[in-house]
C-alpha cells in the first residue's frame, strides 16, 4: 500500500534539472539548486519530466517517508522554479522594519533595535515600514526565518500588537472587568 500523496507523480518543467544519485536527489533550476538527502526506505526515479517516489517495502515508516519526501521534492521543484514568499507585518506604534542589504533591522519596542543577518538564498524587502517580504527557494528556510522574526515579537491577545503572518488573525482577549 502506498502513501495517498506519494501515489501522484511530480512534474517536471522546463529548465528544471534533476539529478538522482544512490541516496540525494539534486534539483537546479532559475533559482538556484537544492538537495535533498534519500533514506534507504525510498526509491526514487526520474523519467519522461516526471519524478515517481515510492516505498521499497510495504513497512508503515517507509510508506510514510514515501509520502513526506515527495513533498520535499514537490517543494524544492517549485521553490526553484517559482520560489516561494512570506509576508510578515508589524501592528503596534513605532514599530519599524528596515531592510539594508542581506540585513534586516527592526524597532519593536525594546530599548534596542534587532539586527538579523539573513541565511543565504533567502532575501528580505520592506516596502514600507511596517511590511517585510522574505523570498527564497528552499520553503523549510523561509518559513523557519520568518517564524524566528515574528518569535521576537509574537502578537500578544490584547491589543494585537507585535510582528505576524500577513495572512494570520488574531483572536483578541477582552480586558478584565471589576
Known amino acids: 500500500m ?3 500523496v506519494a501515489k501522484n507523480p511530480i512534474e517536471v518543467p522546463k529548465g528544471v534539472d534533476i539529478k538522482i544519485s544512490d541516496n540525494r536527489i ?25 519524478i515517481t517516489v515510492r516505498p ?22 517549485r521553490g526553484v ?13 513605532g514599530y519599524r522594519a528596515k531592510a539594508q542589504g542581506k540585513k534586516l533591522n527592526l524597532a519593536v519596542g525594546f530599548s534596542h533595535p534587532v539586527d538579523l543577518e539573513m541565511p543565504e538564498g533567502i532575501t528580505v524587502d520592506t516596502p514600507s515600514q511596517t ?10 528556510a523561509l518559513c523557519q526565518m520568518a517564524a524566528n522574526i515574528r518569535a521576537i515579537r509574537p502578537p500578544e491577545p ?13 483572536r483578541l482577549k477582552e480586558a478584565k472587568k471589576k
Do not use: C, W
Not at 56 to 75: C, F, H, M, P, Y
Not at 86 to 92: E, Q, T
Not at 131 to 140: F, S
Not at 158 to 170: H, L, M, P
Open 2 to 4: 502506498v502513501s495517498r
Open 26 to 50: 539534486t534539483v537546479k533550476g532559475k533559482n538556484g539548486e537544492l538537495k535533498q538527502n534519500l533514506p534507504r526506505l525510498i526509491a526514487m526515479t526520474h523519467q519522461d519530466s516526471k
Open 81 to 93: 522554479t517559482d520560489g516561494f514568499e512570506r509576508k510578515l507585518v508589524l501592528v503596534g506604534v
Open 131 to 140: 511590511e517585510i517580504i522574505l523570498k527564497g527557494a528552499d520553503k523549510q
Open 56 to 77: 521499497v517495502d510495504d513497512e508503515i515508516k517507509s510508506n510514510a517517508l514515501a509520502g513526506t519526501l515527495r513533498a520535499l521534492v514537490q517543494n524544492m521543484v
Open 158 to 170: 490584547y491589543k494585537g500588537k507585535g510582528i505576524r503572518y500577513a495572512d494570520e488573525t488574531i
